[in-house]
């Protein structure tokens, strides 16, 4: 089974340029989660989505940060326009339902450093 | 809120040593805990998690962890430390008082010594 994919895996951009990130969650998982992950931090929620549907978007900064997922499968999170403070890891991750409880598969994640 | 402390940033042990990784929790209510390992370049991976069954979890790769209540703690454990248990281990959160979201702490790096 394959896992979470995300793309690009590395990214390098000037500040105040554009940069967008995708990410295919695993097959038949209706929940999709942005994460934003610091050096030596533990990741943070940016939003989730049931299908198509974000229900919490409540720490995304709207003034540049947007996302979305259309149909429900992939989804592409953007920032217009990036700042130095943006440069981390940004994490999707994915499960099969909303719970609290459930497993949420995590993908490799990209690293963008904006210069 | 619910927030997590993982006490030391780095831990180091020698190959075949005991692993123990702290986490401290406070929550309102009894919360879901979680406990993820992460390897260089790649996404987090479950290791166990505790969901008001028993309170001795036991996970993958040979970690275990024992929610305590009256400590607030949930801390991960391993009798034999392996060099390939070397990665960086995250505890997390989740219930009403998040608003169930997941929270993690700032995760702990172990070193495994040869």
């Not at chain 1, 610091?38 to 940016?46: I, T, V």
């Not at chain 1, 130095?84 to 459930?102: E, I, K, R």
Request: aromatic share 12%; hydrophobic share 35%; with cysteine.
């Amino acid at each position: 089974e394959a896992g979470v994919v995300q793309s690009p895996r590395y990214k390098i951009i000037e500040k105040k340029q554009p940069v967008a990130f995708w990410c295919n969650p695993i097959s038949g998982h209706n929940t999709l989660y942005w994460y934003l992950q610091n050096l030596g931090q533990g990741p943070e929620l940016l939003i989730r989505y049931e299908n198509e549907e974000a229900v919490d978007d409540s720490q995304l900064p709207k003034d540049r940060f947007s996302a979305e997922r259309l149909k429900g499968v992939d989804s592409t999170l953007k920032i217009q326009p990036a700042e130095l403070g943006d440069s981390a890891v940004y994490l999707c991750a994915s499960s099969s339902g909303g719970a609290a409880f459930n497993e949420q598969f995590f993908g490799p994640g990209t690293r963008l450093t904006v210069l | 809120a619910q927030s997590v402390t993982q006490l030391g940033s780095h831990v180091s042990v020698s190959e075949g040593a005991l692993v123990l990784l702290r986490c401290n929790y406070s929550s309102s209510v009894p919360p879901y805990l979680f406990w993820y390992v992460q390897y260089p370049n790649q996404g987090l991976q479950l290791l166990l998690k505790y969901t008001s069954a028993a309170t001795l979890v036991k996970g993958i790769n040979g970690f275990e962890a024992e929610f305590k209540k009256s400590e607030t703690s949930f801390h991960l454990t391993k009798p034999s430390a392996h060099m390939s248990d070397a990665a960086e281990y995250f505890c997390a959160v989740s219930g009403p008082d998040s608003s169930y979201k997941l929270i993690f702490g700032s995760g702990t790096r172990l070193l495994v010594r040869p």
